[in-house]
């Protein structure tokens, strides 16, 4: 199984999770304004769309977006996954949400057609983390008291508040702390020779 990913970028949380599952897997590091991986290839011929991440699976299928491959990988390993009636569902809303509500919005900090247009990327940005911290529980992770794929996407999206030099809510501090704490998120880090940004 291959993971194609660019350190830092949203690839980083498929990384996380498959750390989180203890799937094995190469890591073929992509240059995206080049489309080459790290081993010399066309990353065209492996996804034709030319973003991070794809996962190799077995029998040498490519699979594409974040929330597919989260879920994928909560399919492999039930405990990343609610086990509630409704809970692979609301994993997918939640996912879904962090994908077009959260992520998406970035685009328009990183790249930015205007000032005004950053500024209200940033406000959006900042009220759908609110959303997200209202519901969550003190010293919990999104769905409750453990961790799930979708935290891993979070933790994505947090890491790129800070970057921008934006405010994590007080109330998802101790949340990127504790993410921050785990043996996955560490491993994954390290292989992307990144470091941990909480306070
Ligand atoms: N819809 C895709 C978007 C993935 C995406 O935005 N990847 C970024 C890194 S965070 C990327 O590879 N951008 C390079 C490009 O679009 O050329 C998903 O959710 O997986």
Redesign the pocket.
């Given at each position: 199984m291959k993971l194609y990913f660019?350190p830092g970028?949203?690839?980083l949380a498929s990384h996380i999770a498959l750390h989180e599952a203890g799937i094995d897997v190469d890591r073929v590091k992509v240059d995206?304004q080049s489309k080459r991986t790290d081993d010399g290839r066309d990353f065209l011929q492996i996804n034709p769309?030319?973003?991070?991440?794809a996962l190799e699976i077995e029998g040498g299928e490519v699979l594409?977006?974040?929330?597919a491959?989260l879920d994928w990988i909560s399919q492999r390993a039930p405990q990343l996954a609610p086990t509630s009636e409704l809970g692979r569902t609301r994993q997918l809303e939640l996912l879904a949400f962090i994908?077009t509500e959260l992520?998406k919005q970035f685009?328009r900090v990183f790249k930015p057609t205007s000032d005004a247009e950053k500024q209200q990327a940033f406000e959006k940005i900042g009220q759908r983390l609110d959303f997200l911290a209202d519901r969550m529980a003190a010293d919990g992770y999104l769905c409750g008291e453990d961790f799930y794929v979708a935290d891993a996407y979070l933790y994505v999206v947090l890491r790129w508040t800070v970057s921008s030099k934006r405010p994590v809510p007080a109330a998802l501090q101790g949340y990127l702390r504790r993410l921050e704490g785990r043996a996955a998120v560490r491993q994954a880090l390290a292989h992307e020779m990144l470091e941990p940004v909480a306070g």
């Open positions: 660019a970028a949203c690839s995206l769309k030319g973003y991070v991440p594409t977006e974040n929330v491959l994908s992520h685009g």
